[in-house]
């Protein structure tokens, strides 16, 4: 569990099997829910009410994000990585993986492709390979690519306090760390060697990123992994905390899926599309002014929903694959994951406007 948080996972359980539908109900009808409605609204009992939580979600998320719903394209700058993690094809031991780390000129040549699109809003995505992504070099794509987009975000390795601000100070402003998992001993399992298996560093951060500046703290556990209403309790009780410490930052959630792929790592514990969906629109009535990505992972059906009541945030057009959107491609090249939705970019647009929705490129102009 989170290791502030002061219930056990047996509490949780109890929690969650003592739920009635008189107590989702009332979770559904309060003005200020807490964490205790958060395990009301992702119990068993209210499966029942979803047709109700999908209108409480959508009035919350029209209180604060509109009819918009902002779009960002991820850009893979390397897949070198010296850590180990047992889902992921990026993982040291997996020899199958042809790895690339771009120039700066590659770099510069994917976001002109991203750009193009029209698509202003970037997550910088690498492996954890302190050769090739010190903060140095980090920096220096920030500053190339804060004359280019209005928002810039990074997923990359842990970095400290001190080097955040240096990235702040490049022009990244937002932060995405999955935590993969809240249960410590199924995070050492997952995670058995290199600078990752060090769950504590990690859990932290979002402070050190916080404190060091940045806007937008993302975070989230990998659903498949742990009993995802247990990762979700810790997920929120994650939040509170963050948005206590980090008052003048925005927590952002993601929910992103192990999809099951042949010969690929299986997913322990199972998320159906409806715990999905309970689980995120739970999240958007508990945490409305919190933003909300939805995962590529996903299918354009169930992302196309989604946005209209829980998600204020998704990507379009993306590629995993370092290069894989003006570089050329080589033979054996693996993407991070397998993408469900790939629409391009113009397409995913279409959709949200043929919603009734608008396509937010630019929510945010930093004037410092
Ligand atoms: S999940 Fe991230 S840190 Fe782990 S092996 Fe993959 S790229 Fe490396």
Not at 159 to 188: H, I, N, P, V, W
Not at 247 to 260: G, H, L, S
Request: with cysteine.
């Amino acid at each position: 569990m989170f290791p502030l948080l002061k219930y056990s996972e047996a509490d949780v359980e109890t929690h969650l099997v003592s739920v009635s539908a008189d107590a989702v109900r009332n979770s559904l009808a309060k003005a200020r829910p807490d964490w205790f409605d958060l395990l009301n609204l992702i119990s068993k009992a209210a499966h029942p009410f979803l047709p109700e939580m999908r209108r409480v979600a959508q009035t919350a998320r029209r209180r604060y994000y509109g009819k918009t719903v902002s779009v960002y394209a991820p850009l893979y700058i390397g897949n070198t990585c010296i850590n180990s993690c047992r889902y992921c094809d990026f993982r040291r031991q997996h020899t199958g993986t042809a790895r690339r780390n771009l120039t700066i000129d590659e770099i510069r040549a994917e976001a002109e492709a991203i750009h193009e699109t029209g698509i202003d809003s970037l997550l910088i995505v690498a492996g954890e390979d302190p050769n090739v992504n010190t903060v140095e070099h980090l920096a220096a794509v920030g500053r190339l690519l804060k004359s280019m987009f209005s928002y810039l975000a990074l997923e990359v390795a842990p970095q400290t306090e001190d080097g955040y601000r240096e990235l702040f100070k490049a022009g990244y402003e937002g932060l995405t760390c999955f935590q993969e998992t809240y249960d410590q001993s199924l995070y050492r399992e997952m995670h058995p060697e290199g600078p990752k298996a060090d769950y504590d560093w990690r859990i932290g951060t979002q402070l050190r990123a916080g404190c060091a500046g940045f806007r937008i703290l993302g975070c989230a556990f990998l659903l498949g992994l742990g009993p995802w209403q247990h990762e979700a309790a810790s997920l929120a009780a994650h939040a509170f905390y963050l948005m206590r410490e980090c008052y003048e930052a925005k927590v952002q959630f993601a929910f992103p899926r192990i999809c099951r792929v042949d010969g690929g790592f299986a997913p322990p514990c199972e998320v159906t599309d409806e715990d999905l969906e309970l689980m995120m629109l739970a999240f958007r009535i508990v945490f409305p002014q919190c933003c909300m990505t939805v995962s590529t992972r996903e299918a354009p059906s169930f992302r196309d929903r989604i946005v209209q009541t829980a998600a204020d945030n998704m990507s379009a057009g993306s590629r995993v694959t370092p290069g894989g959107y003006a570089v050329l491609e080589r033979d054996g090249d693996v993407a991070q994951f397998t993408l469900s939705d790939n629409r391009s970019a113009a397409e995913v647009f279409a959709a949200i406007r043929a919603n009734g929705q608008e396509v937010a490129f630019k929510t945010w102009d930093n004037r410092i």
